[in-house]
T-cell receptor
């Protein structure tokens, strides 16, 4: 089973600041998905990255997939209080479609 | 994406009882899964719900404790049997609409507290 390590585990910043969170594995990702989860709710899919070196942008969020497909990052520009939540990376290995999740980064954006 | 509805959204359950969680999708999907998220933890896959056959369970999860039904391509249930406080978790239904493993969506979750 592929292990996904996320860092930092906790992050507390002020509104307007930029931040980056990371997801790493010792083995190659077939694909990688980023989710955001708010308290008491299910995870919401933000993006899927598949190709090494790929960069995807979703408004103020920039997702990058490492060239070797062993790491990924999520950068948020000018964070807002609505960005508060648990950010999870997940990967499905091979052909089994089952997701393995990292432990997440709990982001708090303070007003 | 289609809508994934779970119910109940939350419940408080007595120790030793069982509760069935329902997951309804508004379009047919091949792959449906059930996950558990214990307090402060990440998500762990319980099982893959197979239409018309027995679910496929992950290590550490057994059918007697978590029986699953999947009568058709839009509906599944997960029962948490003989509950204990350790079963207090969010239980999440998820589906893979594209069948590629790259676009997996989750329901809003069912938050169970066992007292």
């Amino acid at each position: 089973t592929q292990l996904l390590e996320q860092s930092p585990q906790f992050l507390s910043i002020q509104e307007g600041e930029n931040l980056t969170v990371y997801c790493n594995s010792s083995s190659v990702f077939s694909s990688l998905q980023w989710y955001r989860q708010e308290p008491g709710e299910g995870p919401v899919l933000l993006v899927t990255v598949v190709t090494g070196g790929e960069v995807k942008k979703l408004k103020r969020l920039t997702f990058q997939f490492g060239d070797a497909r062993k790491d990924s990052s999520l950068h948020i520009t000018a964070a807002q209080t609505g960005d508060t939540g648990l950010y999870l990376c997940a990967s499905s290995g091979g052909s089994n479609y089952k997701l393995t999740f990292g432990k997440g980064t709990l982001l708090t954006v303070n007003p | 994406s289609a809508v994934i509805s779970q119910k109940p959204s939350r419940d408080i359950c007595q120790r030793g009882t069982s509760l069935t969680i329902q997951c309804q999708v508004d379009s047919q999907v091949t792959m449906m899964f059930w996950y558990r998220q214990q307090p402060g933890q990440s998500l762990t896959l319980i099982a893959t719900a197979n239409q018309g056959s027995e679910a496929t369970y992950e290590s550490g999860f057994v059918i007697d404790k978590f029986p699953i039904s999947r009568p058709n391509l839009t509906f599944s249930t997960l029962t948490v049997s003989n509950m204990s406080p350790e079963d207090s978790s969010i239980y999440l239904c998820s589906v893979d609409f594209a069948g590629t493993g790259n676009t997996i969506y989750f329901g809003e979750g069912s938050w169970l507290t066992v007292v």
